[in-house]
Every structure is written in structure tokens, then in C-alpha cells.
């Protein structure tokens, strides 16, 4: 029997053109006569036109410098990018007509949104894993010592407040007792809203007789507390994180945006521009479209002749019209039938006029989601004796969400782009900002630059997006794995 | 007659929206600050600047207004309007004058419900082309082909024209300025046209610019003047006193270096524009120095159009028709007295 091997030989190696570099160009680019003739034209197509580009964006480029001299002959090099146009307006580019000296209050608000955002993405949302939790509390702890560095005392204690408030809420959540059970459903709700509107006038009557200003928002902050702290009793830190995120957050930013208490200056609106506003505008039309959308998208299933009819019609109205012929009519129609002297404040306009029409294309969205969920889910709900809300919250907007988040980031990304169109009604959005640098007779004919930048900047914006639906798609893909 | 009760609700809506409150002064002495309606991408006339600070002929006319008033230059907010909103602004008080190189005609003037307090800037349609075609008047543009924006009156009047001299052209039609001016550059069309003043701008972001010239034919009248709502006279004449006590300080030689020592001067004229005689002023509801503050603080006529458009400047336009009356050109003040 020595002719049976008692040792395994040694695996041979794969052949070097099955493996390594070699291998793999084999199989992925030169693996048919099409393939390679592809891979020969992408090439072809590649030396063709980046070195020119290369050339004029980076290496000849102007980038010293802060006059149009620095970019013609002689001192600059004409055939390449003037980049300089682009560094003395970056100011302009990000903040518009906002203060120079106020630059920071926006810095500020999304720097905190970002310390409070960020590890909710990373973390996946609502994860229960612990060490999600410890990212939850790590990531923004980090962020108050920066912002204390950037800003000061006041608005970091002022973000050191915000960033932990959901652990604390959540802890406090947990402790403290249920309302009485006898209540029943409609009168808990009802006895949390009246609560949440007493709190919202005490808040708007402290900061009244403390001389503070911006008594609204201090109102709104105090009445989402006191309404969120029994709705989301017994949540964990990453679900008060969230609803923190959605309710007193855009009332901070407001705050720290427009001034007028505190200390803060007023910056009225009008001065809002750059980078900045389109932000504001794609960041605002998002969240007030996808919840508008879901309401639109139930609607128009709903059993109601009423509501659906009004759902259906505001959804199809909508979709006949194009972006720009609504925020034209907001913006030139709409004035002409208010009584004289009353000024809707343009931004307001445009943003209803954004967050309404996307609304009605989520709502399709979220419509196609909810048709794909089958008919037994539904009837399961109901068996378990579900109500109306509570299935659609437990059972079936968390499956169809999660089925429509490609339809989502679509309209969402639709959105971000569409943004410009505020042109129409001159607001000054980074590409409004952009058209008129291109104006300024110090700085004429750098429309190359202008537009290669506008286009960088969309591109990091919707990119982002997109990377941020992946993985916001990966982490809730549980039923799908 | 439930429709009829609906357009005559439509009808009283429209025409509440479209009365007259008076006492646009005092409005504007209340909010401490007048809004001024301008365009924002018109290189020369009003465009932000790297700080943000607004600078341009329609800008510089604003803050005369705003020294006339307040004494105070800076007391304007620019508000950049479309070409499509400017009107509706205008007429549902959203902007308390409108100065965005907007030309003056009939229609606007009578229907729209505004009123032209008077011409800031003459411009009227010309033509560029490459020196190498060897042209000098636009009369020997016969067969040329010539890049033109779409929508704009600019189409209409090189085609009137073409007809009216027995011409023909071969139009290449773009949808904004920036890309018909490369095309242009990149010699797909023999000429360029738009208003000289924007020819001049145009001219600037060529890659040679000194190889083009502009024709000297001008075929059409865009007179371009500040206007406010009609119905508020007062106010009309303030807008429209101010725009002359700029040209009349110029004919006058009435300077922002100068002007402390004009105080002094024996010419009747210059004391009853800088207020020493007479209380000019006081009559619309301003102070007798009104016009001193305009100078002092923003220039006349002659130093804003040099500051913003002038030789000195990337357009390098020169006076034109835009020149004093005195010296051959059409800008014309009536006298104060």
C-alpha cells in the first residue's frame, strides 16, 4: 500500500494568468474580443481627454494670487484654470450675503449636525447592539471639545447640553412611571398635546419676560420636550437622538441662522446665499417632504371618498406642473392676490413651494412601496388586533420604507438638484452666487471655473446622499439577508 | 351669478393689490431704509462684489437715493429681481424703486402702473465682430451669420433691420449670453450682438480681445432709467430729482473732492443745487442739503459712470451718448431753481 500517499502535497498555485494582477485584468477587461476592443476605446477615450483636463485644472492652473492679474499674462498662465476667482469668492460661494463676523453661527449649526447625525449613520439607526450605543455616545462627546475650541463657551455648553440630552432623556424616559392606563389612547394623546401647547406658551412667556428674543423657538424647543418625553418614554438614545434630530435641532439651527436674541445678531433672510442656502433649502425640503409624502401616499389608499379624492388630486395637480412654474407662481403670482403690504418672506415661499411639490412625488414613492407589501401582512396586523397606526408603525411602513429607499434617494437627490431653480425667483443659491461672480466686471469670462465648480460641489452633495442610502440600505436589509 | 360674484371677489382682489398707499417717503423714513430692486448679473450696472458689497451705475443710483433721505449711503437693501418678477415687485411694494437697467417704453410705462423717473443710461443695440472680416459699419453685414439670444427683443430688431436694409443673416440662436460668447470666440458665427453696454462686457471674456471691434451703428433705443409705482408723486419726484441733481452737479462741476469748497461759490446755479439758496429740499420732504449729500457722499453723474462703466474700467466704455449735453452727448437735466 506505499503507494498511497500519507502526506497531502503542496496545492499548486493557480496558473499567473489565472491569478494576480494578470488575472485579474484577464478576466474583467480583456476576457473577449469585445471586451478587449472596449477596454482599447475606454483608454483611447481616457488619453484623449484627462491629460488636457489635468493640465488646465491642476497643473498649469492659477492658484496664487487674489486679482484677475494673477491668472492673464503676464504674471498667470491663461491656459490654465484660475482657481483664484474661485478662492476670493469662496466667502460668497458658502454664505452668501451672510455678515462676515456671523460666518461662524452657521459653521456652528452643522457642525453640530454633524456631531449629531454623523454616528446616527454609523451607528445604523436604531440599532440595539451596545456598541452601537458606545458610538452614539463617543462620536459626539469628541465634538464639544472642538466646538468649544471653534466657537467658545456659551454655544458649547449649549452643544454639550444637546448631544447628551438623549442619554439622559432615554435614562429619565425609562424611570419615569406610565400615565394611568385608564385613559385610553385618545385621551393620553390628548392630555400629551394640551401639556406640549401649555409648555410652548410658558416657554414663549420666560423668554418674553427674560428680554431673550426669538421667543418662538424657545416656545416650539419646550413644547417638543414636554410632548416627546411620554411619547418616546422607554426609548433607546438612538431613537431620542432622532426625534431630538427632527424636532429641536432645526429650531437651534433657526436660532443661530436668522439671530435676533441672545446676543446673536438678526440676519434677515435676504442675506442668506451661497452653499449655505441651497443647503438649507435641499435640508428643509427633504424632511418636510418625506413625511408630508407618507401622509399623501396613506391617503390615497385610504378607504375615506374624501381624503382620498383630496390626496389624488393634490398628488396629480402637482405632478401635471413643472418646479419652476409653481415657484414662479409663488413668487409672482401669489404676491398680486395678497392684500397690499404683506410680504411673505421669499425663502418661506420658495421652501413651501419645494417641500409641497417633492411631497407629492414621495408620496408615488412610498405608494409603490406599500402596494408591494402582500395583502397577508396587512391582514396579519390586523389578526394580532392592531390598529390602524400601530400596523402601519410596527408592520408595514418599516417593510415598505425599506423597499422604496432606491425610489427615495432618487426623488431626495431630484431635490438637492432642483434647488437651483430658486433662480427663477432670485434667490441666491450657490449657482445664483456663482452667475453673479461670473458679472463682476474685475472677474469676467472664468466660465469654465464657475460651472467645474458648481458642478464639483453637487456632485460631493449627491454623491454623499447616495453613499448614505447604501448604507442606510445595508444596515436595514434584515428580513432581506 | 355665482360666477359673476366669483370674478368681481377675483376683480376687487386685483385692484386692492394694485392701489396706491401714499406717503411712500414716509414708509420708507420709517423702516430706515429703502429697497431697491436690481438685477445682480449685469457686469457694470449692479453685481456683488468679493465682500458682497454691491457696486455698479443702477447700485450707485440707489445710494444717491439713500443720501438724499437718510444721509446715509449705505441705508439701500439690494434685492435682486428677475427680468420676469421686477414689475410685480414694483407694484405690490416689495421694492420701493426699481433700478435694473430696465428700458423705457410706452407699454411699461402705461400699463404696467409704472413710472420712469428719467434715463440713467442710454444703450441701444450693436454689433461686434472680428477685425480680420474687415468690416467697419454694419451696413456691410450682408449674409453674416450672428449669434443672438433667444427670447429677447434683440432677435426682432437685427431682423427689422436686416429687412429694412435689404440684408440678409443667418441667425444662431443661444440660450444664454455666457454660451453664445463662446461660440462667438470660437468663430461659428461672424458676429455678436446685444446692447453695447454688454457688448462691452462681452468683449472683455473673449480670448483676444483687442482683435474685435464694435460697430458704430446703433439700431435701437434702449433709454435705461430707474421707476417707481405709479401714484405716489412725491416720490416720483424725489427718485427723479435725485437722478437730475446727479447730472446737474457734473454740468455744474460739482464734484465728491470738490464739493465743501462749491459751497462757497458764487454761481447761483451751484448754490441753489447744494441747498446754500432756497430750500429746494424741503419742498418733497428732505432736507435743504439733499443734492450736497448726494455728491459728497456717492459722486455725480459723471464720476459714478467712470467709477462703474468708464474707460477706467474692465467695460472701458466711453461717454457716447451717455456725454453731457454740453459736450455732444444726451444726458440732460432740468434746472433746479
Redesign the interface.
Known amino acids: 500500500m506505499s503507494y498511497v500517499k500519507t502526506v497531502r502535497t503542496r496545492d499548486l498555485p493557480p496558473p499567473p494568468t489565472e491569478s494576480g494582477l494578470i488575472g485579474w485584468l484577464r478576466h474583467n477587461l480583456f476576457s473577449s474580443w469585445l471586451n478587449t476592443s472596449m477596454t482599447f476605446v475606454g483608454l483611447a477615450v481616457l488619453l484623449w481627454t484627462l491629460p488636457p483636463f489635468l493640465g488646465w485644472a491642476l497643473f498649469k492652473a492659477n492658484w496664487l494670487g487674489d486679482s484677475q492679474n494673477a491668472c492673464v499674462q503676464p504674471m498667470g498662465n491663461p491656459d490654465g484654470a484660475c482657481w483664484v476667482f474661485i478662492k ?2 469662496f ?2 460661494l458658502m454664505y ?2 451672510y455678515p ?1 463676523v456671523d460666518r461662524w453661527r452657521i459653521d456652528y449649526a452643522f457642525l453640530l449636525l454633524a456631531a449629531s447625525a454623523g454616528p446616527l449613520l454609523m451607528a445604523g439607526l436604531l440599532s440595539p447592539k451596545h456598541r452601537d450605543e458606545r458610538i452614539l455616545m463617543v462620536v459626539p462627546s469628541l465634538a464639544v471639545p472642538v466646538i468649544l475650541a471653534l466657537h467658545g463657551a456659551g454655544p458649547a455648553s449649549l452643544a454639550l447640553a444637546y448631544l447628551a440630552a438623549p442619554t439622559l432623556l432615554s435614562r429619565l424616559g425609562t424611570r419615569t412611571g406610565k400615565l394611568p392606563p385608564s385613559t385610553g389612547f385618545f385621551g393620553r394623546a390628548s392630555a400629551i398635546v394640551a401639556a406640549s401647547i401649555l409648555a410652548y406658551w410658558a416657554g414663549v412667556l420666560a423668554a418674553q419676560t427674560l428680554q431673550t428674543g426669538l421667543e418662538g423657538v424657545i416656545g416650539l424647543v419646550a413644547g417638543f420636550l414636554v410632548f416627546l418625553l411620554p411619547t418616546l418614554r422607554r426609548s433607546s438614545s438612538a431613537m431620542w437622538r432622532l426625534a431630538l434630530l427632527l424636532t429641536v435641532y432645526p429650531c437651534i439651527a433657526y436660532a443661530f441662522f436668522i439671530g435676533g436674541g441672545f446676543g446673536l445678531r438678526y440676519v434677515e433672510t ?1 442675506l442668506w446665499g451661497g452653499m449655505f442656502l441651497t443647503l438649507v433649502l435641499a435640508g428643509v425640503g427633504i424632511t418636510a417632504s418625506f413625511p408630508i409624502g407618507v401622509l399623501l401616499a396613506l391617503g390615497r389608499r385610504s378607504n375615506m371618498p374624501v381624503i382620498r379624492a383630496l390626496c389624488i388630486g393634490f398628488i396629480e395637480l402637482i405632478r401635471g406642473v413643472p418646479l419652476i412654474s409653481v415657484l ?1 407662481m409663488v ?2 403670482m401669489l ?7 404683506t ?1 411673505i418672506n421669499k425663502l418661506l415661499r420658495a421652501l413651501v413651494g419645494v417641500s409641497l411639490f417633492y411631497a407629492a412625488y414621495m408620496a408615488e414613492v412610498v405608494r409603490g412601496g406599500l402596494q408591494a407589501i402582500p395583502r397577508g401582512q396587512y391582514e396579519a396586523a390586523e389578526a394580532l388586533g392592531f390598529r390602524y397606526w400601530k400596523s402601519l408603525r410596527l408592520v408595514i411602513l418599516p417593510q415598505a420604507l425599506r423597499l422604496v429607499i432606491p425610489g427615495i434617494t432618487n426623488t431626495v437627490l431630484g431635490l438637492a438638484k432642483d434647488t437651483t431653480l430658486v433662480a ?3 434667490l ?1 443659491d450657490l449657482l ?1 452666487i456663482l ?8 472677474w ?2 472664468f ?1 469654465k471655473e464657475a460651472y467645474v465648480f458648481a458642478g464639483l460641489a453637487f456632485w460631493v452633495i449627491c454623491f454623499g446622499i447616495s453613499r448614505t442610502s447604501m448604507r442606510l440600505e445595508k444596515r436595514l436589509r434584515y428580513g432581506n439577508r | 351669478m355665482r360666477r359673476k360674484t366669483w370674478i368681481c371677489a377675483i376683480l376687487a382682489v386685483f385692484l386692492c393689490a394694485s392701489g396706491a398707499v401714499a406717503g411712500m417717503l414716509d414708509t420708507v423714513k420709517q423702516r430706515g431704509v429703502v429697497v431697491a430692486g436690481v438685477s445682480g448679473k449685469v457686469p457694470g450696472f449692479s453685481v456683488p462684489d468679493d465682500k458682497g458689497v454691491w457696486r455698479g451705475l443702477d447700485v450707485d443710483f440707489c445710494r444717491a437715493l439713500a443720501a438724499a433721505i437718510f444721509n446715509d449711503a449705505e441705508k439701500v437693501k439690494f434685492v435682486p429681481v428677475t427680468t420676469k418678477e421686477r414689475f410685480t415687485a414694483l407694484q405690490t411694494g416689495e421694492i420701493d424703486v426699481l433700478s435694473r437697467n430696465t428700458t423705457w417704453t410706452f407699454e411699461r410705462d402705461v400699463q404696467q402702473g409704472l413710472d420712469f423717473a428719467g434715463i440713467l443710461f442710454f444703450d441701444g443695440q450693436g454689433f461686434m465682430v472680428n477685425k480680420k472680416l474687415g468690416v467697419n459699419s454694419a451696413k456691410q453685414l450682408d449674409g453674416a451669420s450672428i449669434c443672438i439670444q433667444t427670447g429677447t427683443t434683440t432677435e426682432k430688431n437685427v431682423s427689422d433691420y436686416f429687412a429694412a436694409n435689404n440684408m440678409k443673416f443667418k441667425p444662431v440662436v443661444f440660450e444664454s449670453a455666457d454660451e453664445s460668447t463662446v461660440i462667438y470666440d470660437s468663430g461659428r458665427c461672424d458676429v455678436y450682438t446685444t446692447d453695447t453696454s454688454g457688448l462691452a462686457a462681452r468683449r472683455v471674456t473673449l480670448s483676444k480681445p483687442e482683435d474685435h471691434i464694435i460697430l458704430p451703428e446703433v439700431i435701437s433705443k434702449e433709454p435705461l432709467g430707474p421707476a417707481v409705482r405709479q401714484g405716489d408723486n412725491q416720490w416720483a419726484d424725489i427718485v427723479r430729482w435725485t437722478l437730475f441733481a446727479l447730472i446737474n452737479a457734473e454740468e455744474l462741476g460739482v464734484t465728491s473732492k470738490n464739493v465743501d469748497e462749491m459751497l462757497k461759490s458764487n454761481n447761483p446755479e451751484i448754490k441753489q443745487l447744494l441747498g446754500v439758496e432756497g430750500n429746494y429740499g424741503e419742498q418733497f420732504g428732505l432736507t435743504k442739503d439733499w443734492a450736497y449729500r448726494i455728491v459728497k457722499q456717492v459722486g455725480n453723474y459723471g464720476e459714478i459712470f467712470d467709477r462703474n462703466v468708464g474707460p477706467n474700467t474692465a467695460l472701458k466704455l466711453n461717454r457716447g451718448q451717455n456725454a453731457l449735453w454740453t459736450r455732444g452727448g444726451l444726458i440732460y437735466a432740468p434746472p433746479i431753481r
Not at chain 1, 404676491?335 to 403690504?341: D, F, S
Request: glycine fraction near 14%; hydrophobic fraction near 40%; charge should be negative.
Open positions: 476670493v469668492r466667502g460668497m452668501g450675503f462676515e435676504d414662479f413668487s409672482v404676491p398680486l392676490t395678497l392684500p397690499e403690504g410680504h427663477v425667483i432670485n441666491m445664483g452667475k453673479s461672480a461670473l458679472a463682476d466686471s474685475n469676467l469670462g466660465t
